[in-house]
Nanobody, 123 residues
Framework: QLQLVESGGGLVQPGGSLRLSCAAS????????IGWFRQAPGKEREGLLC????????NYADSVKGRFTISRDNAKNTVYLQMNSLRPEDTAVYYC????????????????WGQGTQVTVSS
């Protein structure tokens, strides 16, 4: 069974940092492109970044450019989302997902999703 599990969310003050993890089971992460998304209350799920099988990264959201980075540890079969300079508007549930093909911005191009991890940015 293909499964993704996110962890690392929590409450952080504005300006702080968090690193989210996305651990895979049932498949090898570096065989697929993996994306990070987020969904705030009342809003659509938003594509943030994606890492390809070759390790190249793509940023889909101008709002996180220069603050968020995506990386992968093949030995741990885990993809990370490093989030710096966090803002209250970054508050959302964050999801990782496996792409059916290569990196794409849209939700429907991803076929395996984690359960999400809550990130709250507040003083």
């Amino acid at each position: 069974q293909l499964q993704l599990v996110e962890s690392g969310g929590g409450l952080v003050q504005p300006g702080g940092s968090l690193r989210l993890s996305c651990a895979a089971s049932g498949f090898t992460l570096d065989d697929y492109a993996i994306g990070w998304f987020r969904q705030a209350p009342g809003k659509e799920r938003e594509g943030l970044l994606c890492i390809s099988t070759s390790g190249g990264t793509t940023n889909y959201a101008d709002s996180v450019k220069g603050r968020f980075t995506i990386s992968r540890d093949n030995a741990k079969n885990t993809v990370y989302l490093q989030m710096n300079s966090l803002r209250p508007e970054d508050t959302a549930v964050y999801y990782c997902a496996k792409a059916a093909l290569g990196c794409m911005r849209v939700v429907y191009e991803y076929d395996v999703w984690g359960q999400g991890t809550q990130v709250t940015v507040s003083s």
